[in-house]
T-cell receptor
């Protein structure tokens, strides 16, 4: 069965620190990859997505992610976090061959940024 | 700015009562998903539809939950009877099959006393 694994459950950083959140998935076919962010008390919003092409994807608010096919990874990065980045981050994978539009979500990583 | 809408945003009810949550997907989207989010279980997929047809509802407790799409502009999730363990935030999301990106609604926060 397909699965998505996020390495860190809870990350605490100080403002201006660099961030990297790990995401690995188990599926060998063609996939679309996503990172969603959920700010406290809000719904999931798309941060960035990868469909094809340049494996380094830039998203909103200075976030980027790199798709490494050989490692089945799609790690999220930000060079300098802000207090407002405090949120939960979800990695998600979509299997194009399933023809369902269904996404498999990781368990989420809670990021706490200290001012 | 197209977005998924959900009603009600908050619902407090007593155990045993029926609860109906509604979702209006983004016009033109052909997939609709219902998720439940709790602190303990995280984000769980309950059911999903493609072109209004139910594809999978294996994530739902069958004896009390039901999900329907009476038309392309409305999806419903019903709990009857509700129980305190159903307390959670229920999200609806819609998207396009060929793209996979899902757009989430604001959620319905359900509290069952």
């Amino acid at each position: 069965a397909q699965s998505v694994s996020q390495h860190n459950h809870h990350v605490i950083l100080s403002e201006a620190a660099s961030l990297e959140l790990g995401c690995n998935y188990s599926y060998g076919g063609t996939v679309n990859l996503f990172w969603y962010v959920q700010y406290p008390g809000q719904h999931l919003q798309l941060l960035l997505k990868y469909f094809s092409g340049d494996p380094l994807v830039k998203g909103i608010k200075g976030f980027e992610a790199e798709f490494i096919k050989s490692k089945f990874s799609f790690n999220l990065r930000k060079p300098s976090v802000q207090w407002s980045d405090t949120a939960e981050y979800f990695c998600a994978v979509g299997d194009l061959s399933s023809n369902t539009g269904k996404l498999i979500f990781g368990q989420g990583t809670t990021l706490q940024v200290k001012p | 700015d197209a977005r998924v809408t959900q009603t009600p945003r908050h619902k407090v009810t007593e155990m045993g009562q029926e609860v109906t949550m509604r979702c209006q997907p983004i016009l033109g989207h052909n997939t609709v998903f219902w998720y439940r989010q709790t602190m303990m279980q995280g984000l769980e997929l309950l059911a999903y539809f493609r072109n209004r047809a139910p594809l999978d509802d294996s994530g739902m407790p069958k004896d009390r939950f039901s999900a329907e799409m009476p038309d392309a502009t409305l999806a419903t999730l019903k709990i009857q009877p509700s129980e305190p363990r159903d307390s959670a935030v229920y999200f609806c999301a819609s998207g396009l099959v060929r793209v996979g990106e899902q757009f989430f609604g604001p959620g319905t926060r359900l509290t069952v006393l």
